[in-house]
């Protein structure tokens, strides 16, 4: 799937680009073409009139020089293979040829320039010479030059910029090659997290089902044989099973909704930090004392944050949950709210079990559990810190974790204040 992704990808990047490159290499050969044919244009008219100043009279015979200076420049033109003049008189008749091969007579309408292609290709132009004095029309003259040098010009040009253009394809072709594939790395990776996501999810979406399932067709089946506190009991675990998909499906929800590419809205409020802690830890508290776990909240600051109140009340107690969940009996869970440059800080410590080293960021990975099998039982799924780093980048804060193998963990979240 993603090798065709990239291919079509690829292909579209190389159409866009050879199109661009084509059109621009068109436009700059038509450009410079029409610019070297409007500057030769110009050179066989300042040719004609520079042939025509330097006619001379031999004898009453009128005669070319051979070698011609063009307009007020130093450049001369040698009438020649490459240049050519003929002089005709005021009825068409050639009465004078100089350079190249003779042309017959044609396109005399003085003024105009045309182009004579056999055998080589020409470009020529006519004008009136006229007395100085008199201002008498005394014949034509005729020049042309030779098109070769330009065409020659317009072929370099045109070789060149093909093979420009190839190169540049080449070149594109390769830095495509390696941006598309750039491009598919996160894609990839995504798509690859995007499915372990929904394996694990449906793995756990599994098990209960399947004790719904068997607690059902046992207790159908053999209804008659079945002793009340037995039906209760089977009850009783559909009922947890249903519990346990519906805690999971409301973690699936809140994963979606803290995702940043959710679009899905939060309604945001001013809270303060110091109550909404305090909430919680006193929802806390009865859980602890169960475990004989000492849970502490000290407030230093009072700051206040603009948030959605149910996700930061969920963020703190997953933080707390774990924080007593992974803490053996007689241990000591500590809650502690600060304030420091515009940030709120809370920390979330234990004195539990800890987390080893290459761990540390694992534990924030969607149902990523230290130990699968007992935390099955206690009812984690392992999306718990997914959820509450979620919650945290969601809110622009950040999250670190510390911890040390059998001493404690220590969760900071780091919340910008609203002034
Ligand atoms: N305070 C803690 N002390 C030690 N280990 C922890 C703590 N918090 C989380 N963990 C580890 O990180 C894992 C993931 O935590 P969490 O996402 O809350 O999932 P769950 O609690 O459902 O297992 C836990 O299974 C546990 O192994
Ligand atoms: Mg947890």
């Known amino acids: 799937m993603f090798n065709k992704v990239e291919s079509r990808l690829l292909l579209s990047n190389l159409a866009v680009l050879s199109s661009i490159l084509v059109v621009f290499a068109l436009a700059v050969y038509a450009l410079f073409v029409q610019s070297l044919a409007a ?5 066989v008219i300042l040719f004609a009139q520079a042939v025509s100043a330097s006619i001379e009279s031999e004898n009453g015979k009128p005669q070319f020089k051979e070698s011609i200076y063009l307009g007020s420049s130093q450049e001369r033109i040698v009438l020649g293979e490459t240049a050519i003049a003929q002089w005709f008189d005021l009825q068409g008749h050639r009465l004078l040829s100089r350079g190249g091969l003779p042309l017959e007579a044609r396109g005399l309408q003085p003024g105009t320039l045309l182009t004579h292609d056999q055998p080589v290709s020409v470009r020529l132009y ?99 044989d079945l002793s009340v506190d037995e039906i209760r009991d089977s009850f009783q675990q559909i009922q947890d099973a249903a ?23 939060n309604s945001r409020e001013i809270l303060s930090l110091d109550s909404l802690l305090d909430t919680i830890v006193e929802q806390m508290r009865s859980v602890a004392q169960q475990k004989l776990i000492r849970l502490h909240y000290r407030a230093e600051a009072y700051p206040k944050v603009l948030a959605d109140p149910d996700q930061l009340k969920r963020l703190f107690r997953n933080l707390i949950e774990n924080a007593i969940q992974y803490t053996p009996p007689s241990g000591e869970v500590k809650i502690l709210l600060q304030e420091q440059e515009h940030n709120a800080l809370i920390s979330v410590q234990d004195t539990g079990i800890g987390i080893a080293p290459e761990n540390l960021t694992r534990v924030f990975d969607r149902f990523w559990r230290a130990d699968r099998a007992r935390t099955r039982c206690s009812g984690g799924m392992g999306l718990g810190l997914a959820i509450a780093l979620g919650i945290v980048r969601a809110h622009g804060g950040e999250m670190n974790l510390s911890s040390k193998v059998n001493q404690g963990s220590s969760f900071v979240v780091r919340l910008l204040t609203h002034k």
Do not use: C
């Open 126 to 224: 006519s004008q009136i010479v006229r007395d100085l004095e008199t201002r008498k029309a005394l014949g034509y003259v005729q020049v042309g030059l030779a098109l070769a040098p330009m065409q020659s010009m317009i072929h370099r040009l045109a070789w060149g910029l093909a093979g420009g253009v190839t190169l540049a394809l080449l070149l594109a072709a390769i830095g495509s090659l390696w941006l598309t594939r750039q491009a598919m790395i996160p894609i990839r990776s995504g798509y690859r997290r995007l499915q372990q996501f929904t394996a694990d999810a449906s793995h756990e979406l599994r098990s209960p089902l399947t004790a719904i399932k068997l607690n059902a067709s046992s207790a159908m089946r053999h209804s008659e």
């Open 39 to 43: 500057q030769f244009d110009e050179r």
């Open 243 to 265: 519990n346990d998909m519906t805690r999971l499906t409301e973690d699936l929800l809140m994963l979606a909704r803290t995702d940043e590419d959710s679009g899905m809205p």
